[in-house]
């Protein structure tokens, strides 16, 4: 379990916390849990999110498990500065939807003194590195890798399999649209889904 280092007395600088893994890992539930747990030290904290995260609520953060706490979209990651003014805490939570700029203002927040805690998906459906969460995950201090439960093995999942047909980098999704895979199971998926396009290619070209 992650122990978080709320007491800085010998230097005005703060740190930069991630939580990453796929998709249903308990990544916002985490940040969640960080964030509820500074406002109950009555610590001054601010929340923001991609404003084109509107899943669940337009305004709140809110894990799959119906956890949520207030927070201020943003359209991109340089309004977090204007706004994150005489906090001691901002939490960031899918910034993977984020410009590639939220890593100067990440660090420029912790630079400030700030306990910057942010959450995010390290890998896209097809299994890269997404946006800018390897940058983050290499400026942070600490780096939290969660996992989801492997819905065809039992193992643990680190990748998020696309089941809809859509090849959109940027797709907002459940469980109808995404499950959480092992390293195997990813595999297979990934193969078994490319051999029924490819006959439904085949099928297509023979009714011409």
Not at 34 to 49: D, M, S
Not at 82 to 100: K, P, T, Y
Not at 129 to 158: I, Q, R, S, W
């Amino acid at each position: 379990m992650f122990l978080e280092n709320t007491v800085n007395h010998t230097e005005q600088f703060g740190w930069i916390e991630v939580i990453c893994g796929s998709m249903f890992s308990g990544k916002t539930e985490e940040l969640i849990r960080r964030l509820k747990r500074a406002q109950f030290a009555k610590q001054r904290v601010e929340i923001f999110k991609p404003s084109v995260d509107v899943r669940y609520d337009d305004e709140m953060v809110v894990s799959h498990d119906s956890n949520e706490i207030r927070s201020t979209p943003v359209p991109s990651s340089s309004n977090i500065l204007l706004l994150a003014d005489n906090v001691d805490v901002v939490g960031i939570d899918e910034a993977q939807f984020f410009d590639d700029e939220i890593v100067a203002v990440c660090n420029t927040l912790a630079n400030k003194g700030v306990r910057v805690i942010v959450a995010g998906l390290d890998m896209d459906f097809k299994g890269n590195p997404f946006g800018p969460m390897p940058a983050l995950m290499a400026t942070a201090e600490y780096v939290t890798k969660v996992h989801a439960v492997c819905t065809h093995t039992g193992n643990l999942a680190h990748y998020s399999f696309r089941k809809a047909n859509n090849d959109d980098l940027v797709l907002l999704g459940e469980i109808q649209e995404y499950e959480p895979l092992s390293r195997a199971a990813y595999y297979n998926a990934l193969k078994h889904q490319q051999e029924n396009i490819s006959t439904l290619k085949d099928s297509e070209t023979s009714s011409e």
